[in-house]
């Protein structure tokens, strides 16, 4: 049975470590038949992976991973088959990397107020970025020696969550809701969407349970009426119960289940390229199907 993993990252991300050639070298060696290298708002590494892998038998479909807000929370929008080149994406991000920047310095004043010996000056130099994710936030935090001294981080070294302790410190302190969440502008989930579709792609709804719960059929119904075509029930932020859960939702609200691992590297040391549940070739075929159906008697998309 061929696999698949429809969610990664390059280095062209800001928290992901492997260029788009490791990656593809990373699959065909897994034996993978079908990737989507599915970058952070940019679709850099698209036309280098085409490219790499002209004549290996590697599929790569273009993706892109958007950040967007739905009100309140935060949804990651994925657009396969999209095209990469439109303009219109920088146009639908305008302003994301300054709201960043100012995201980053109020999140460091916020965990200072939380207590946590960290300034915006150390996180800087560590990085070669001017605006740093909260992931590498936590990674300069964590790899201080007062940190270690600190109870209340103790979870993070040899606790519970010192399996994946960056990523875990993300979803402790800075996803939405919890105590140093910095709201950022994001393009809407529905502009989002919209877009995706213009496009000529597919939208499909990345790991859900991360920000959403299956209850919430009314958001999953806001997004299928902007043009929401699946959700990426197969995914390692679900556990069997989330995932028989989403994989419910999406067979009652006819939407495609896809399947992506989200891989990025050392953030997430436990995630492994094409390590999934349900990463079956068949899934390639039904996006295609409805990359198909996208398209109208005029041989435009919509």
């Known amino acids: 049975m061929k696999k698949i993993d429809l969610h990664m990252h390059s280095n062209y991300s800001d928290d992901a470590d492997f260029t788009p050639q490791q990656l ?39 993706g892109i991973e958007f950040d967007t807000n739905y009100g ?21 991000l305008g302003g994301l990397e300054e709201a960043k920047k100012e995201q980053f310095y109020r999140r460091i004043e916020r965990l200072q107020e939380l207590g946590f010996d960290i300034t915006t000056q150390e996180v800087l130099e560590a990085s070669d970025n001017d605006r740093p994710l909260g992931g590498f936030i936590a990674e300069v935090l964590l790899a201080k020696d007062e940190s270690r001294k600190n109870p209340d981080l103790e979870t993070y070294y040899t606790g519970e969550k010192s399996d994946q302790p960056y990523f875990n410190f993300y979803l402790d302190f800075f996803r939405a809701g919890q105590p140093a969440d910095i709201p950022c502008w994001k393009p809407s989930s529905k502009d989002t969407i919209r877009l995706i ?14 920000t959403l719960n299956p209850e919430d059929e009314e958001v999953v119904d806001d997004l299928i009426e902007a043009g929401l075509q699946g959700i990426e029930a197969y995914s390692t932020y679900h556990n ?17 289940a896809t ?43 919509y």
């Open 72 to 92: 309140d929370n935060i949804l990651h929008i994925l657009g396969y088959y999209i095209d990469y080149n439109s303009p219109k994406i920088d146009e639908l």
């Open 259 to 301: 399947a992506g691992s989200d891989f990025h590297g050392h953030l997430k040391p436990k995630i492994e390229l094409g390590e999934v549940a349900g990463n079956d070739y068949t899934i390639i075929e039904q996006l295609r199907e409805l990359r198909g159906s996208n398209i109208d008697d005029t041989g435009l998309y």
């Open 24 to 62: 593809i070298e990373m699959a065909i060696e897994k034996g993978l038949a079908t990737i989507s290298i599915t970058d952070h708002n940019l679709t850099d590494a698209i036309p280098e992976a085409l490219k790499l892998t002209e004549g290996s038998g590697l599929e790569v479909i273009p």
């Open 240 to 256: 069997q119960k989330e995932l028989e859960q989403w994989l419910a939702l999406a067979k009652k609200k006819n939407l495609l």
């Open 197 to 210: 579709r213009e496009l000529g792609g597919v939208a499909v709804l990345a790991h859900p349970g991360s």
